[in-house]
């Protein structure tokens, strides 16, 4: 009886895992952007066509994920100075934690854009992507040159986050 309630169990498993495995693959597709018509079997060419080989670039191979794992190490003890610190940050170690943390933000939403917005399946829609990331970046800069400037830095600024809801309590 034990054995029949063991084999029933394990058949049952077996048709779940069956199906688990035989669902079908679905790519990842953003529903508003419009996608380029992919070619037939995803082959581009004829059998006999030389092989498309890239130019080297140093820029977009290993020191692009260089930068990235420095940019990461970086914030490390940027973060830490931040907050061991606090508002007392020197101006130098605090806008160098603003530029560190926005390079790090700059290429992260940009290996996002690579890997979610190929150029080969949305086309123009990658470049526009790219621009916009620029452009935020730049504005990012921008208000960090503000900050740095005219207010206390970003330490200060989340300093003064922190405190807002003590002094509207006392």
């Given at each position: 009886m034990?054995?029949?309630g063991l084999m029933a169990r394990s058949a049952a498993m077996s048709a779940a895992m069956r199906a688990l495995h035989s669902t079908s693959k679905?790519?990842?597709?953003?529903?508003?952007?419009?996608?380029l018509p992919p070619t037939p079997g995803g082959v581009k060419g004829d059998v006999n066509d030389p092989t498309y080989t890239p130019p080297p670039d140093k820029l977009h191979g290993s020191m692009h994920w260089d930068f990235e794992r420095f940019t990461a190490v970086a914030l490390v003890p940027l973060v830490g100075s931040g907050l061991a610190c606090g508002a007392g940050l020197s101006v130098v170690a605090d806008s160098l934690l603003c530029s560190v943390l926005l390079a790090h933000?700059?290429?992260?939403?940009?290996?996002c854009i690579i890997d979610y917005i190929p150029k080969r399946v949305y086309g123009k829609n990658h470049n526009y992507a790219m621009y916009l990331l620029t452009l935020g970046s730049l504005v990012g800069g921008f208000g960090i040159y503000k900050l740095e400037?005219?207010?206390?830095?970003i330490t200060g600024l989340v300093k003064a986050l922190w405190n807002a809801g003590k002094e509207d309590k006392e």
């Open positions: 034990f054995s029949r679905r790519s990842l597709t953003i529903p508003f952007l419009p996608t933000g700059y290429v992260g939403f940009q290996s400037t005219e207010e206390n830095g």
